[in-house]
């Protein structure tokens, strides 16, 4: 069930979001979040892509987990899909992942470090699915533009930009959100990811930290700037979670807050 884009930006009243586990942990613990934030999605209308990594290619420690197996994540997240009538987003990182992903999940995520990979970005158009491309957090909105471009060479153009903030120093990041309507200024969606933007990588222990308890504030911030969508991790209980933790937003706080989220859009 791929979303189309105009699909998910015609509710001017309304945004579109993302959101789930950073990763697939067990066989049981993803179906229970999705459902749960369908719910709150279909009551509050809002267009709703469930989220979650059926593998971790990008971690700081070799011992950190990445996953249950891909083929056992990648059914879990098409079952979800298919139980729950809902699109399903996940993250690609090669070419040959593309291919694969695409048979199970309705929109291949790009991640922010591989978002100048032209091979990944053409294989990822030319699965027809809806391709989700962070901007990198070395780059500027304007630079984004290629990345568009090379999506779109495929025939594609189900194409929508995701900023997770920039690189401040060794161990922090700060929201420009500048970027937003920048980035829009490419044709194509904007959503912003709250969860990562407040990371603080880098750490000495080899375990991302951040700063979850102002999710609200720059969600708040995102919607005002004129984000299309929002982009969210979250856990039932974010200190047992095995991937991005220190920076997801607890699950039972999510209704409270899309709910203030929804009010503001529909002021502007």
Excluded: W
Aim: hydrophobic share 40%; with cysteine.
């Amino acid at each position: 069930m791929i979303p189309k884009l105009d699909k998910l930006t015609q509710n001017n009243h309304s945004f579109f979001l993302l959101a789930g586990p950073c990763v697939v942990e067990d066989e049981t613990m993803a179906m229970p979040i999705a459902g749960r934030i369908s719910e709150i999605t279909s009551k509050l209308g809002i267009p709703f892509i469930f989220k979650a990594s059926y593998r971790k290619a990008n971690r700081s420690k070799l011992d950190s987990f990445t996953g249950i197996g891909d083929e056992k994540a990648l059914n879990i997240l098409k079952n979800i899909g298919d139980s729950l009538n809902i699109p399903v987003v996940t993250d690609i990182h090669s070419p040959k992942e593309a291919n694969i992903a695409s048979r199970y999940v309705d929109v291949l995520q790009i991640p922010a470090f591989l978002c100048r990979q032209s091979d990944l970005l053409l294989a990822a158009g030319e699965t027809g699915c809806l391709v989700n491309i962070k901007k990198g957090q070395f780059l500027s909105g304007e630079a984004m533009r290629f990345a568009v471009e090379k999506v779109k060479s495929t025939g594609n153009q189900q194409v929508m930009l995701t900023d997770r903030g920039n690189m401040f120093g060794y161990s922090d990041m700060v929201v420009d959100f500048r970027n937003i309507p920048i980035m829009q200024q490419h044709q194509v969606p904007v959503v912003l990811d709250i969860t990562h933007s407040l990371q603080q990588p880098n750490q000495d222990s080899g375990v991302t930290g951040g700063q979850p308890q102002m999710i609200e504030t720059i969600a708040k911030a995102g919607i005002a700037a004129g984000a299309d969508g929002l982009f969210m991790e979250t856990h039932p209980n974010p200190s047992i979670a095995k991937s991005d933790g220190a920076n997801m937003l607890q699950l039972e706080l999510l209704e409270k807050i899309l709910e203030k989220l929804v009010a503001i859009k529909k002021v502007l």
